[in-house]
């Protein structure tokens, strides 16, 4: 979530309470119950309650029973009634010193790892980087790892 909060709190601080929404599904953990699932009224056809969220760790799927609008477009709808949670994040536009590019390329590292690390740079979040790269869940801590030992904000290999 844009707005800095796993896919429950957002759910339960901004979008769920905005939306007019109530639980529909919840866990028990540690001896307390927490929710993940309601129902709330669809930003693309007003359905009260027709609308689906379940929260998926740092994210929130959606699913309208009614109007079975496609994920892209309720995500675009959810955008315009809470940019802070769903909106585009922003590109750090900032420029990349020659110098960080030049020791990343000569930094040790796998062919995998120093392509996260070069998106990481552009202003990519790990997560985003390790997705457009196409990485699998239970391969993504050996990518991570294997640029652990280059500090990408001070660019200088170890």
Known sequence: MRCGEDGTDCALRHVVPALRGRCTKERRTGGRAVPYQWAA?????????????????????????????????????????????FGVRPVRRGGIAAADLVALALAPMPPLSRQLAMLEMAGMSTPDALDKLGVSRQNRYRVIAGRASFVVAGATPE
């Open 41 to 85: 009224r669809c930003p693309v056809c007003n359905a009260d309650g027709k609308l689906t969220l379940t929260a998926k760790g740092r994210t929130l799927l959606a699913f309208c029973q009614k109007c079975r609008a496609s994920q892209p477009d309720l995500m675009a709808a959810l955008a315009k009634e809470f940019p802070d949670c």
